[in-house]
């Protein structure tokens, strides 16, 4: 039998299933939250409701943008350079290189990166709307930039054979990023000069 009252005991292990949150820290979330205002609580549940509701993918580069926006602001912006695309796995890798204000082209987000071990093949990551961007023709240089891992540089080969018949420039990140490392925590300079010191793939 558990001594904690119901709802209190839901919440602690609706936390547990986040990542990086383990028992202590989902019990100590709760608990603060039964002490604070209930204005906190109202504010976080209305603020969840909403990530589902509210947010959809771009149909352009399948970054995250506003519920009922069929292009993100970045695809809709005439002052972003068309002919430069960089490839990234996440969301959150948009967000990193956009804060180092170095980059002006356009973004293609896969959502994930090939993974055999994992069963993630070409058709469960956006590679195939990658491909149908390029053949439009006003692409010219694709930077991709999947993260210094096993998978991310697979995934970058992977991707240079099906945009090879394209006669494009085809860069990736300079070294100098962790290995093994995700884009999402490198610092701006780290990420700036991966950016500006680009090599062919
Ligand atoms: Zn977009």
Same mark, same amino acid.
């Given at each position: ?14 936390? /547990?299933?986040?990542?990086? =949150? ?27 409701? /909403? ?21 993100? /602001? ?5 002052? #972003? ?18 804060? *180092? ?15 055999? =071990? ?6 469960? =990551?956006?590679? #195939? /709307? ?12 694709? =930077? ?10 697979? *995934? ?41 010191? #680009?090599?062919?793939?």
């Amino acid at each position: 039998m558990s001594v904690l009252p119901k709802p209190l005991e839901r919440l602690i292990f609706a936390f /547990e299933r986040l990542p990086g =949150i383990g028992p202590k820290t989902a019990s100590r979330l709760a608990f603060f939250l039964l002490k604070s205002p209930a204005e906190l609580s109202k504010d976080l549940s209305e603020a969840l409701r /909403e990530i589902k509701s509210s947010i959809t993918l771009c149909s352009v580069c399948f970054n995250i943008t506003d519920a009922g926006r069929e292009k993100c /602001e970045i695809c809709s912006s005439t002052e #972003r350079d068309e002919k430069l695309l960089c490839v990234v796995e996440e969301p959150l890798d948009v967000l990193a290189l956009e804060r *180092t204000d170095g980059f002006m082209g356009r973004y293609h987000v896969l959502h994930g990166v090939l993974s055999p =071990i994992e069963g993630i093949g070409p058709d469960d =990551i956006r590679i #195939r /709307e990658l491909v149908d961007r390029v053949k439009e023709g006003k692409i010219k240089e694709v =930077i991709v930039a999947t993260n210094p891992s096993m998978e991310g540089d697979a *995934t970058a080969l992977y991707i240079r054979q099906q945009l090879e018949p394209y006669n494009i420039r085809m860069t990736r990140l300079a070294r100098g990023l962790p290995v093994g490392g995700d884009l999402e925590y490198a610092d701006q300079n780290t990420l700036l000069r991966a950016l500006s010191g #680009r090599q062919d793939l």
